[in-house]
């Protein structure tokens, strides 16, 4: 059994919030679980709640395991309450993993009212701009997610432990199962006996734009309303993450809305045990769409390294530079365990404009956990 209640200071309007969730779990059988939670928003004025202002969300969610844990499963049903909608205001979902050495198999489904409101909190894909009325609008949508995994052993390979295909679909749907994305990824993976991955992958894509859009984000030129089929390749590989120097490379090249896209990742971390970890990466994306002379070209550059100065205290900062944004942003932790499961945390982040390091904003917060036992 969990609650929380949390109450903010009045704003100028003199309008404050209060916060309040209630969840209780319990177990069934050996490995599945039922919980139940309750999320309650409220505005509060001079002291009084306002009743036309308020947003609560009740649901139930079941999670189960077989006990040879080849069979997971889980399904959810969530309703919001708002004064002002009460129609399609649900969401439900059922999701099902059967899962052998050589064999897996997944099921999803997920489906979100065009009124649901999980206000505390978010509610992915739901709120879409119009920028032709300056507005948000909320669509419900389906999705389905199938996948099928196969996996070979071969018993003369002195290289790979296992190799096999997968198929895998991400679709989506508005609330009359008209499509509006889809991604049908045609995969092939080995996994070779120093642990290192291998995998390729063929993806048929389809969108479809409500409204004119800058695909590059670089707020240049928009491409126009309509459907859009477009096909790519992806490339993974990972090295073996035993070795104290590993990495990882990952390249998608082809089709791209109506033009073309070339993306490279490129991650390596060195392991100085048993202190410390460091790590360097690199994004990279150059997009070529018809109505542009040159192709843009947007990279991430970042540095991280995460320090264990005892067996309690811990430090953690990341170091990243945005071409696209003109931002290089530091994002720092530090970690003090003074007891099991209890921590005391202190964060600190910056951004700042890379061209001449001014600063854009800064924030330190201090978080504080203790677990009653």
């Known amino acids: ?97 059967y899962s052998t050495g050589s064999f897996r198999a997944m099921w999803n489904h997920e489906y979100v009212g065009e009124n649901y409101n999980a206000a505390v909190g978010f509610v992915p894909r ?31 390979s002195t290289h790979i432990i296992s190799h096999g295909p997968q198929v895998y679909l991400d679709r989506y749907t508005d609330k009359d199962y008209k499509l509006t994305d889809n991604q049908l990824a045609f995969s092939y993976q080995a996994q070779f006996k120093n642990t290192s991955e291998l995998k390729l992958s063929y993806r048929q894509w389809f969108t479809h734009l409500y409204f004119d ?25 990972t090295t073996n993450p035993r070795k104290k120097l590993n990495g ?52 991430l550059i970042g540095a991280s390294a995460e320090l264990s100065f005892t067996k309690a205290i811990f430090f953690t900062t990341f170091f990243q530079y945005n071409t696209q944004a003109d931002n290089f942003n530091i ?6 365990r003074y007891r099991p499961l209890s921590d005391l945390y202190l964060v600190y982040s910056e951004n700042y404009v890379a061209t001449d390091l001014g600063i854009k904003n800064r924030a330190l917060v201090l978080k504080f956990i203790y677990w009653f036992q």
């Open 1 to 97: 059994i969990g609650v929380m209640n949390m109450q903010t200071d009045r704003t100028s309007e003199g309008l404050a919030q209060n916060f309040s969730v209630g969840a209780v779990q319990r177990q069934v059988g050996k490995s599945s679980n039922l919980s139940f939670i309750g999320v309650n928003r409220s505005t509060i004025k001079k002291g009084e709640f306002v009743t036309e202002d308020h947003n609560r969300m009740l649901g139930s969610d079941f999670n189960f395991a077989s006990a040879d844990r080849k069979h997971a499963g889980k399904v959810f049903f969530h309703k919001s309450f708002s004064p002002d909608k009460s129609a399609d205001d649900y969401a439900h979902a059922s999701w099902y993993l």
């Open 126 to 156: 739901i709120s879409r701009y119009n920028p032709v009325f300056d507005s948000v609008e909320q669509k419900g949508y389906w999705r389905l997610e199938p996948l099928i995994r196969y996996k070979f052993f071969p018993k003369k």
């Open 213 to 237: 859009t800058d695909v590059t984000f670089t707020d240049t030129t928009a491409i126009s309303v309509g459907d859009y089929k477009y096909n790519n390749m992806r490339i993974d590989y």
């Open 248 to 299: 990882e490379v990952t390249s998608i090249f082809g089709e791209y809305y109506s033009g073309y896209r070339n993306n490279l990742k490129l991650g390596l971390n060195y392991r100085m045990q048993p202190w410390g970890t460091f790590g360097l990466s690199y994004n990279y994306n150059s997009i070529k769409m018809p109505k542009f002379k040159e192709a843009v070209d947007i990279s």
């Open 331 to 336: 994002n720092s932790r530090l970690q003090w």
